[in-house]
């Protein structure tokens, strides 16, 4: 999670550090714009951040940091807006980006939505992702037989500015790569609303004339938390959503061995947040218990979950393993 206080100026150098007010910003004429952490950040915006105390600049190092006063991310945002400045969306996602708890680069679930979704901060360049992923259980349950899936994905748009969207396209058989009836297809559309809360919709397994699950629609929300927050002791995403589909029935084995039709329709998780790069996780999907480890694989483009299904007798006949890897197979 990201908890920096002070951000460092690096454009204007040593006529910055030499400046001890406002108006000396620019370098005697030599610049108008100001670039804090990759974000940039316009002079006339700058004076009038610091002239209202959302930011605040120690004359001796150049350094600016935001105003004591300024705790959340809501409440920024409702500073700006009384602020006529000429790119309000530079210095809110320099605080988002600074000091509000974001996920970290690994998967924070098994096999529930999140409602995390395809975000861009203003100083990146990329603007979509292709992905794939292959993934696979150790038996279907009531049989001693394992599935595999393959996966295509598509992510475009930014959460933090409007909508992200994202595509997927799986095949449901591996063993017949080529029969089109075993393809379904699935989309979310997520929105990033501020101080780590996310939210999104979607639907999964659609569109499919022979398969094993079974068309679903959700609404999920996630929210990322630090432990400085003081909410919980660590750093992790809280998820919690409802859904129809496979989150409302069981299925009809279920039934016929003696177990409820229905799921719980609501579903939720926890994951923490270890490092940057490995996560734990305990889910409820609806009609199972899950848990399980998720790690983002340092220098590469490449992720892996691993986890347990059924905990509970719920529905199943007892736990199965499943797991999956993912890559990125290209940024544009």
């Not at 992923?133 to 037989?145: A, M």
């Not at 940057?276 to 899950?290: A, D, K, Q, V, Y």
Request: aromatic share 8%.
């Amino acid at each position: 999670m990201r908890r920096l206080v002070w951000v460092a100026l690096w454009t204007l150098a040593t006529q910055a550090a030499a400046a001890d007010g406002a108006g000396s910003l620019s370098g005697n004429g030599a610049f108008d714009a100001i670039s804090i952490n990759g974000f940039v950040l316009q002079l006339p915006d700058v004076q009038a951040l610091l002239a209202a105390d959302v930011l605040r600049r120690d004359p001796k190092t150049g350094h600016f940091a935001f105003g004591p006063e300024i705790t959340t991310e809501r409440h920024l945002t409702k500073l700006l807006a009384g602020m006529n400045l000429t790119n309000p969306r530079a210095p809110r996602e320099l605080y988002r980006a600074a000091k509000v708890a974001l996920p970290n680069g690994a998967a924070h679930e098994l096999t529930i939505p999140s409602g995390f979704g395809p975000a861009v901060f203003a100083n990146q360049t990329a603007r979509a992702i292709l992905s794939a992923s292959l993934g696979g259980v150790s038996r279907v349950p009531f049989t001693t037989s394992s599935d595999a899936a393959l996966g295509l994905g598509l992510g475009f748009g930014n959460a933090f500015n409007g909508l992200g969207a994202s595509v997927q396209m799986s095949f449901n058989d591996l063993s017949r790569l080529g029969n089109s009836d075993r393809i379904s297809w699935g989309f979310t559309l997520s929105h990033y609303l501020s101080d780590g809360l996310s939210v999104a919709v979607g639907g999964e397994n659609l569109f499919a004339k022979f398969t094993d699950g079974e068309a679903s629609f959700y609404a999920a929300g996630s929210w990322a938390f630090d432990a400085a927050g003081g909410v919980m002791p660590f750093d992790g995403v809280l998820h919690l959503g409802v859904g129809s589909g496979r989150f409302a029935h069981n299925t009809a084995r279920d039934v016929a061995e003696g177990r409820s039709a229905h799921g719980t329709v609501v579903f939720g998780g926890l994951a923490w947040e270890i490092s940057e790069r490995l996560n734990l996780i305990t889910e409820w999907n609806g009609r199972s218990l899950n848990a399980g480890v998720a790690v983002s694989l340092p220098r590469s483009r490449i992720s892996l979950k691993l986890g347990v299904e059924n905990l509970t007798g719920y529905s199943g006949d007892g736990p199965i393993v499943t797991g999956s890897v993912g890559v990125t197979l290209a940024r544009f």
